[in-house]
């Protein structure tokens, strides 16, 4: 019973948001009482639990995202962004050309959003194709690919940042991690499938858009010579990484070495936290992106304000899907779950994908997926050796399966490469089901290493 009234929870919620185009944090708070009631939660506990969830998921991230939008919107307005990908296509070659959009997309992908990156990097492509004479979406695809694998498996980014923080995983390790599961996924689902997409829809790839198309968002442009240096810029975009790789190198050489905390130990913890990583990478990004190009103070922080601003319905959206989450914990759907698979022999890390995925065909939204399994499988997890940091990316790879019509992602993809219904299904749901199931092999081959 409890596993069926989450099911009608989450139909109701796709009715609300593709049916009545209901906003989708209302869904979910809505739909978050509901379940709530129809699970038989006390009545005077229902408010306490969904505000828990809310506050409990947004403590954690609410200042990395807000810091971490800050920092990809200094970078793209300083023309940092633009930098890096023109120098890298430069060096890679004519050639070359799609793994240097890759490239570009993977390095700018560690410190922006999934779509800030894509606004980004959409007209520098169309530029590059329309000059080179190469079909958009051959270069188009594959950066699109390194901007979610990012996304799905490297934090600072929303899911592995949520996940990790739910499951108590820690973050430096998921990074580290993220890393060796992300680079040969990238390879697979981006150039080679771009390949195999090419005879399977050529339809998709003699589309050419229009300037217009091609111009989507408010990427500002720049003659190369007034944007930051390639070096400074790298830096600043990777900063965020650098820090946190430092921070966990030493407090791995701390455990390996049986070196009891001290004040030096405790100052890189504080420092290698996610939290104190962006902001100390913000206002790197204020003086090398700024200050030292004399921009205005006040034209920074104008930036700062519209990115902030951007991600404001986000930062409700992923509470929202906390609270969801918590309603799930509290009304004991959790511990169903788990009488129902207590002496399984199936992988906890398995089991965590799978319900992802489930998840995410039913409702769409990736992170929601990750905060729901989160709640699900916690109970099954007691008392396990599993290792938390790949449970992480089980469960992140889970949750990005199969992009369809009820995924926000679907749709920015469609417009911005101008492709049909079938096309986009094609391509992009299909690549995104093959970053999942690769996110899963590389994880359960790296489970047999740590």
Not at 9 to 36: H, P, Q
Not at 66 to 95: C, H, N, P, S, V
Not at 152 to 158: D, I, M, S, T, W
Request: aromatic content about 8%; glycine content about 10%.
């Amino acid at each position: 019973m409890p596993l069926l009234i989450v099911a009608l929870g989450v139909v109701l919620l796709l009715i609300l948001i593709m049916k009545f185009n209901v906003n989708t944090f209302i869904s979910l708070v809505v739909v978050s009482f509901l379940v709530a009631l129809a699970l038989g939660m006390p009545i005077n506990e229902i408010v306490g639990s969904i505000e828990s969830g809310m506050g409990g998921t947004l403590g954690g991230i609410a200042l990395i995202f807000g810091l971490g939008a800050i920092l990809g919107k200094l970078i793209a307005d300083a023309g940092g962004a633009q930098r890096i990908a023109m120098t890298l296509i430069e060096r890679f070659g004519e050639k070359r050309i799609q793994w240097a959009v890759v490239t570009a997309g993977f390095v700018l992908g560690i410190a922006l959003f999934f779509e800030v990156g894509l606004v980004l990097l959409i007209p520098i492509i169309y530029q590059i194709s329309k000059q080179l004479r190469i079909q958009f979406l051959w270069l188009g695809l594959p950066m699109a690919t390194a901007l979610s694998v990012t996304h799905a498996f490297l934090p600072p980014h929303p899911g592995p940042t949520v996940i990790a923080q739910e499951f108590g995983a820690n973050v430096g390790m998921v990074l580290v991690y993220g890393f060796i599961i992300a680079i040969p996924t990238t390879i697979i689902a981006g150039p080679l499938f771009a390949k195999f997409a090419k005879k399977m829809v050529p339809s998709a790839f003699e589309k050419q858009p229009t300037g217009s198309m091609a111009s989507i968002g408010e990427a500002k442009q720049y003659k190369l010579e007034d944007t930051p240096g390639f070096g400074i810029s790298a830096f600043t975009a990777l900063f965020p990484v650098i820090l946190m790789g430092v921070a966990t190198i030493i407090t791995l050489l701390q455990d390996a070495l049986g070196i009891s905390s001290n004040l030096f130990f405790d100052i890189v913890g504080m420092i290698g936290a996610p939290t104190t990583v962006m902001l100390i990478s913000v206002l790197l990004a204020i003086y090398t992106m700024g200050i030292a190009r004399k921009i205005p103070m006040t034209d920074l922080m104008k930036s700062a304000e519209n990115a902030v601003a951007a991600i404001g319905m986000m930062l409700l959206i992923l509470g929202a899907g906390g609270a969801l989450k918590q309603v799930l914990i509290d009304g004991g759907v959790g511990d169903y779950v788990a009488q129902i698979f207590e002496g399984s022999t199936i992988s906890p890390l398995i089991l965590a994908w799978l319900i992802a995925a489930l998840i995410r065909l039913a409702q769409g939204s990736a992170t929601v997926a990750a905060l729901t399994t989160a709640g699900l499988v916690m109970p099954l997890i007691a008392g396990s050796d599993v290792n938390l940091e790949l449970l992480v990316l089980a469960t992140g790879a889970g949750s990005i399966i199969a992009s369809h019509v009820n995924d926000t992602g679907f749709w920015i993809v469609k417009e911005s490469f101008g492709l049909t219904m079938k096309e986009t299904f094609a391509t992009w749901t299909v690549l995104e089901t093959l970053i999942s199931i690769c996110g899963l092999v590389f994880v359960l081959a790296l489970s047999l290493f740590v």
